[in-house]
């Protein structure tokens, strides 16, 4: 391999490149060539008016691989193109021997030198901030892509605690390998969206990755395997699909940065997502802390639809699980309200307020007219399925909870909410008297959360159901560990359980030794 020199900057006539970070400067405004252009420039430049071997660049830019001629082409088209602001044909081609560059004449500055020329970066804004990157593709899989990228933007874009850069700007990346850290100092964001696809007979496989552009850590990564058949109709499975994960993987990095600052530094919206995690517990004692931070942003912001919602799911859990006690249950019918009234264009504030007038004001009607406005801004919305699937399935409505939350799961394979998903199904399995497939799911929401006291309570039902009495009962056991004063009357009058489901489920529960 060619050993290279240390980083620096070159500059020749009206340009300047940084070799470190792949930026070509031309009078102050950058592009960026990718690691392989960057590789390709920098050893032309270096020997400047020389002829340089096709060997030899190809190793520069792919040391150690074998790779056809063409990609060198493709790369040395790109390379002009970038250089045309300038004015000239500056690389030359030698048939059958390499490539030359005999341009301005060129100088080599060090880096520390070199920093004075490098634009100021663009500042991140407060909330979390994406740019989607150009997908990679080949052939005729360019336009499907494409949509695929702008139905993606789109989506995203929906989502309103989260900045997206426009597809104007981030295309600029196209046909060029993105430095993530680049991306995010030019773009001013803090996390990149990349992929590719790639299509072979009748399959195409889609891979997608999100990075962090501080650190450049993977936040999350997926591959998609499809059968190509109505393309336009897989482009916006995929697209949902892939905004559907991203949605609760940003919000997990945002916790993670959040616990990183002072607790007295922290604005409205870093205070409600510091919530989340308690939230999303679903037990009674987080919830308490959760509300601590909830009450400081809604003193900062009173009309903040999302901290309402969540003020809600809060109130929701502690009237359930810590005595149903009713000045819970009338704070979390009040929080929802106000969330509806102020979380108009808020699909989260939507969902969690829907979930509270289905489950604390047993107001079903309210509850989907509110998850399905949730979907109708922003159909990606896993939570809104996932919280829909309960709701629908203490209401008897076996179908539409196996239906929502497997869609749900879909969109959101590991969402922290993935055992309330996994519970709708339980309850939806068991009001069919499909026991095996109630306590396989139950035993999948055990798994999900195995600290909320109501993924037992469906697996010793589902044990009873199926006369496994040993299991149900150490079952039942943690149940009243985790939630002592736990009473299935109480639990099934708590949440209006269908009478045909509760005399099912108070039937097993009794069995399995919960209390009356």
């Not at 390379?79 to 081609?93: C, F, H, M, N, V």
């Not at 407060?126 to 005729?140: N, R, T, Y």
């Not at 829907?354 to 998850?371: E, I, K, P, T, V």
Request: aromatic letters at 8%.
């Amino acid at each position: 391999m060619t050993e290279q020199p240390a980083p620096a900057t070159y500059r020749f006539g009206s340009f300047s490149l940084d070799v470190e970070t792949g930026a070509l400067l031309c009078q102050g405004i950058p592009s960026l060539l990718g690691q392989r252009g960057t590789a390709l420039l920098r050893l032309l430049l270096e020997r400047a008016a020389v002829p340089v071997s096709k060997d030899a660049l190809i190793e520069a830019a792919w040391p150690g691989l074998a790779v056809e001629d063409s990609n060198l082409t493709v790369q040395i088209a790109a390379l002009r193109r970038a250089l045309e602001p300038g004015g000239g044909r500056w690389i030359e081609t030698l048939p059958r021997r390499g490539y030359r560059y005999i341009g301005p004449p060129v100088s080599r500055v060090e880096a520390n030198a070199a920093e004075a020329d490098q634009p100021a970066p663009l500042p991140v804004p407060e909330k979390p901030s994406i740019a989607v990157l150009p997908f990679e593709q080949s052939g005729e899989a360019t336009w499907f892509a494409d949509g695929m990228v702008d139905d993606i933007i789109t989506g995203l874009s929906r989502i309103r605690w989260l900045f997206v850069i426009a597809r104007n700007s981030s295309f600029v990346w196209r046909d060029r390998i993105a430095n993530v850290k680049q991306v995010g100092r030019d773009l001013g964001v803090r996390y990149v969206l990349q992929g590719s696809v790639r299509r072979a007979d009748d399959r195409v496989r889609i891979n997608a990755q999100l990075a962090d552009a501080a650190s450049g850590a993977q936040i999350w990564a997926e591959r998609y395997d499809r059968t190509v058949g109505d393309l336009f109709a897989l482009q916006d499975e995929i697209a949902l699909a892939v905004v559907g994960a991203i949605e609760p993987s940003l919000r997990r990095a945002e916790v993670e940065r959040i616990r990183r600052k002072r607790p007295d530094s922290l604005d409205t919206y870093e205070l409600v997502l510091r919530a989340q995690p308690d939230v999303d517990s679903g037990m009674p004692d987080r919830a308490a802390v959760a509300l601590t931070q909830l009450s400081r942003a809604l003193g900062l912001e009173p009309t903040y639809g999302l901290a309402h919602g969540l003020a809600a799911m809060c109130h929701h859990n502690r009237f359930l699980r810590a005595g149903l006690k009713e000045e819970d249950r009338l704070a979390s019918v009040r929080h929802a309200r106000l969330a509806i009234e102020r979380g108009r264009d808020d699909a989260l504030a939507l969902t969690f307020a829907g979930f509270s007038l289905g489950m604390d004001a047993h107001d079903r009607q309210a509850a989907f007219a509110a998850f399905e406005t949730a979907l109708a801004l922003s159909p990606s919305t896993a939570l809104a399925w996932i919280l829909g699937s309960v709701v629908a399935g203490w209401a008897g409505e076996a179908e539409r909870a196996i239906d929502w939350s497997e869609h749900g799961l879909r969109l959101s394979p590991f969402d922290p909410w993935a055992f309330a998903a996994y519970d709708a199904q339980a309850l939806g399995h068991f009001n069919r008297d499909h026991y095996a497939e109630a306590a396989t799911a139950a035993y999948k929401s055990n798994l999900a959360n195995p600290a909320h006291s109501i993924t037992w309570v469906q697996l010793a039902a589902s044990l009873a159901a199926l006369g496994r009495m040993e299991e149900a009962r150490a079952a039942a056991a943690s149940v009243l560990e985790l939630q002592p004063s736990f009473r299935i009357s109480g639990q099934l009058a708590g949440v209006d359980c269908a009478p045909q489901l509760a005399s099912k489920l108070g039937k097993a529960l009794r069995a399995s030794g919960l209390p009356e």
